[in-house]
């Protein structure tokens, strides 16, 4: 018998008996923690609606820009770019000056309570 072949052999079926292994035990997939019930949802998609509205008018009233700049200097959902860095440089480039250093922290903790709100939000619509 080749003892050389039978080496490689052997490593390769207990690769692929713990390969098989790993691939039974993989947990299963994570059903959602609730369903939301339309007026639930009709609540979810108002407070988005508010609290995106709540950060444009205070980027606004931030940057002195109006509500067309602001709105255009916001990348469309589902966009690979940073979202922060995008909003100043367009800010920036209709407005024709730099942001300051203050005013770039204004906008990241007006888009930090954004993002928090946000989160908070399903389970508030849950609640209702």
Request: overall charge positive; aromatic content about 4%; glycine content about 2%.
């Amino acid at each position: 018998m080749n003892v050389s072949i039978l080496r490689p052999c052997l490593l390769a079926v207990a690769l692929t008996l713990s390969l098989a292994g790993a691939v039974v035990a993989a947990p299963p997939a994570v059903p959602p923690a609730f369903v939301l019930t339309p007026v639930q949802s009709a609540f979810l998609q108002a407070e988005t609606r508010r609290i995106e509205e709540t950060f444009v008018q205070k980027v606004m009233s931030i940057a002195g820009a109006s509500r067309e700049q602001v709105i255009r200097a916001i990348p469309a959902k589902g966009r690979l770019t940073d979202r922060l860095p995008r909003i100043y440089s367009s800010l920036e480039r209709d407005l024709k000056e730099p942001l300051s250093d203050e005013q770039k922290a204004l906008v990241f903790a007006a888009d930090e309570e954004r993002k928090q709100a946000l989160k908070d939000l399903p389970a508030q619509a849950a609640a209702k």
